[in-house]
Every structure is written in structure tokens, then in C-alpha cells.
């Protein structure tokens, strides 16, 4: 068969299942796990060398920011008290729309004991929205030396539930640590981006 007949009949047989997703969800990780496809260009230099500057801030908030890292990692809106660098945390789903987080769980916003309530000044700092972590997962996949796996995770992020996909293909590879750290250094540098927009220069200086 000539390769427009074979793709004739692949074809062919997609729209066989086309209305369903558990078939086509097979066919996609088929084609991802098995089929050499071509491979994506890794971009010189343009990703790489977005390396933003990376902030500077005092050695004293590094413990601050990599707890703060893990929490909204995990789905917590979380709160610095500025003067003392203490921590306190709640749910973003309970932040965002406490009436529903009331229905849903029948938890309020005391049972959690707040302490941020009490402070006099403190900032907020909240989880990624997915366009930020979706570009955190395009940025570590870039930079991966790794050809089959950056083409299997680039296909990925291109079709439908690219943060599942992406996920499917992570926890099943020898790079999975690799994506935790990765992410992990993103988060930390954005925890301390916030701090140093949001917290006074006198404070940050001392």
C-alpha cells in the first residue's frame, strides 16, 4: 500500500471511534508510546535564553520560599507575614468562592483557624493558573536532550488534555524526578518574584 492508502485507512478507521474518547485516548498513547514520529526541532536558544532574570532576594526568605513552593504546588493560597516571615495557608478552592467550599465540603474558613486574619501586614500568594503551569511544562520539555520524549511530550502538549497526557508520559519515564525539580526551581522562582514585588524595599534590604 502506498503511504496516502495507509493513511486513507488509518483514517478511516479513527472516524469508526470517533465518538469515543476512551478509544481515541488508546489510539493517542499508541501513537505516543510506539510510533517514531518525527522530532521537534529542540529551539536554540529563544527558550533557553528566556531565562528571565532570575530574582535576587535575601538569603533569610529561602526558607520562607520553598515552603511556600510545596503549598501552592499542592492547591494552597498561601500568606507571608511581612515582618516575621511567618506562613499560613488555606485552600485555593476555600479562597476563591467560600460559599461553594461550604456546600461542597461543609468546612468554613474558621475551621481552619486562620492566622493570617490576625496579622497587620502580610501578602498573598496563590497557585499558578494553568497558563503559567502549562508554560512551565513547555519550558522543561525545550530544554530536554532527551529527543523521543521531547517529541512524545511536544505531540502531547499539542492535542486534547495536554496536562494529563503530559502527566501520563512524565510518570511513566526515566525523567520524572527530573519534571519534580524542574518545576519545583519555577515555582520558587515565582514564590520570590512575588516577595520582591510585594514586600517594602526597607524590609527586603535588612
Not at 526541532?41 to 526568605?61: A, C, F, G, L, T
Not at 501578602?123 to 532527551?146: A, G, R, W
Amino acid at each position: 500500500m502506498t503511504s496516502n492508502e495507509l493513511l486513507d485507512s488509518i483514517l478511516l478507521n479513527i472516524r469508526l471511534v470517533k465518538g469515543n474518547p476512551k478509544e481515541l485516548e488508546k489510539i493517542l498513547d499508541f501513537i505516543l508510546s510506539e510510533v517514531n514520529l518525527p522530532e521537534e526541532e529542540k529551539p536554540s536558544e529563544e527558550m533557553d535564553e528566556e531565562e528571565e532574570n532570575v530574582v535576587q532576594i535575601p538569603e533569610r526568605y529561602n526558607k520562607a520560599v520553598k515552603e511556600i513552593a510545596g503549598n501552592i504546588d499542592a492547591g494552597l493560597v498561601c500568606f507571608l507575614r511581612t515582618d516575621t516571615l511567618e506562613i499560613d495557608q488555606i485552600p485555593y478552592e476555600l479562597f476563591s468562592d467560600s460559599s461553594t467550599y461550604k456546600m461542597n465540603t461543609g468546612f468554613t474558613l474558621k475551621d481552619f483557624k486562620p492566622k493570617y486574619t490576625r496579622w497587620k501586614k502580610y501578602i498573598t500568594i496563590e497557585p499558578l493558573v494553568p497558563n503559567e503551569s502549562f508554560k512551565i511544562m513547555e519550558k522543561f520539555v525545550h530544554q530536554l536532550d532527551n529527543s523521543r520524549l521531547r517529541t512524545q511530550l511536544v505531540h502531547a502538549l499539542q492535542n486534547r488534555k495536554p496536562f494529563a497526557n503530559f502527566k501520563y508520559i512524565i510518570d511513566n519515564s526515566e525523567i520524572r524526578q527530573d519534571w519534580f525539580d524542574f518545576k519545583d526551581k519555577k515555582l520558587q522562582e515565582y514564590v520570590s518574584s512575588m516577595i520582591e514585588i510585594n514586600i517594602p524595599d526597607e524590609l527586603i534590604s535588612k
